[in-house]
């Protein structure tokens, strides 16, 4: 069986996330080992709960199992308010998860936005690997979203 484990989620101007922001989810294996593997996360409404689970998704599945009118819906204003006013048009998300063979992946999802609107030019996705020993990191080329599922799919099918 694969396993597995989130790391990290890191923002950057992300919906309210300001800035760079990381959440940390990693737990170490000597406390996975004696049953710690719950993580809380709390906040006020509005601080970004829904959106830290949301954005998990997303980076994993993308568009899978969302209509194109809901993917238009939830992606028309994810670049935070404050860093657009101040001129910004790009805003992004990664996550890094660690796979059973000890891999490190870092999944990263970018947005671009139209200078004068809200509006979703594009979105690009990039996918790093790194394999435990090995100083080079793996750069996948992801050409189309069909690329990016396959290897999503090594590790968490989009059905499981």
Sequence with gaps: ???MLLKK???NNYK???GHQE???YIPKEEREEGKNIILIGGLNGAGK???LKVILYVLFGKRGMSEA???RLFSNVINNTFFDEGGRQSSVSLIIETDAGEEWHLKVKWYFDKNSKELNHEERELIISRPGVRAKKHVPIQNIEVYNK???RIIPYHA
């Design 23 to 25: 959440i940390d989810l």
């Design 151 to 153: 290897f999503i799919d």
């Design 1 to 3: 069986m694969i396993w």
């Design 50 to 52: 829904t959106t830290i």
């Design 70 to 72: 809901e993917h238009k």
């Design 16 to 18: 309210t996330f300001y």
């Design 9 to 11: 989620v890191i923002f």
